[in-house]
């Protein structure tokens, strides 16, 4: 519901409701009757009021107010004159709470940009290969041959980021149907790291698993599943320096659930990127994450998976020791 504030001719207070009273963290004190700036101290709001007076009747004038206490806010206001007596004119003003708003559209400006980004990125390459190889470079045959596979490898590049954009546009818009069948974690796992450990041992990463052949069944979707598995144990692989060790785990927790691990003794995530790790194109380092064919949408798909599984994602990390994925499925064991 709306704030909602009424002035008189003087500036005193004549109507507040709950909800404005709770958006300027008044508490129970009523301030009616009282002096505006008395109970109020937003000289901006006060300079609205006298604004749409001075306007006159008949006329409904919008600002847009941002409050720092006692809760960050952008608020809508509208004034309106209103007549009380014929020499006095006091005015109502009704404020609607648009930080939400404005932080989605924020979030959708930055989307954009980003999507704008990765994809020149790949581009300007690209171009910029052509260009040489256009310029000359054709007729060198070493050359044209490592610029081509350059120019393949960035084309792949994009290929890969828009696939997993629609992926994970289809996923949030509820487009992606989840063909759920009991299914084995331990088999999907297994057969994940099986295609993981030649760039596992090619890094001198040690692949583990620690996986109960007693699990009960989860309803899940096998493909999603292993999906999820690849992208966890990818990104565990790739920030693992040499010696280092990858452990996927898995057991029954409270509440019928089951609960997987995938456990690295890698690079870490220092703390301040933690909560923003799972949103989109969100990379701790973007330059290293890049060179290593990152696009930064993995996290994202893989939270995105995990909910729609019923499940529950947390990321614990500490830099320099290693990161561990947690996160839990619904089982279709008796006690679901
Ligand atoms: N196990 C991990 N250890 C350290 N950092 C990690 C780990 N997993 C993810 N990160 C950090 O989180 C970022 C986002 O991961 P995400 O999987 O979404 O993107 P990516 O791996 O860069 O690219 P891709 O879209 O190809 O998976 C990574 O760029 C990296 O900075
Ligand atoms: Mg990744």
Redesign the pocket.
Known sequence: IEGVIAVDARDAILFMNERARTIFGLGAARGERKPFLEVIRNVDLHAIFHESRAAGEGTVSRHELRLASPVERRLQVNAVPLRLAADELGVVMVLHDVTELRRLEQVRTEFVANVSHELRTPLTAVHGYLETLLAGALEERENARRFLEIVFRHTERLG?LLD?LTDLSNIELGRVSLKLAPTRLDEVAESVLAIIRPKAESGRVTLGSQLPSDLPPVPADRDRLAQIFI?LV???V???PEGGRVTVSARPVAGGRVEVTVA?T????PPA?LPR??ERF????RAR?RE?????????I?KHLVLAHGGELWIE?EPGR??T?RFTLPSSGPTA
Do not use: M, Q
Request: a negative charge; glycine letters at 20%; charged letters at 20%.
């Open positions: 890969r997993d992208n990818d990104n565990a790739k920030y693992t690295d890698g690079i870490g995530i990127d790790i799972t969100y990379r701790v380092d994450s290593l064919g990152g696009t930064g949408l993995g996290l994202a893989v990390s290693g990161t994925v």
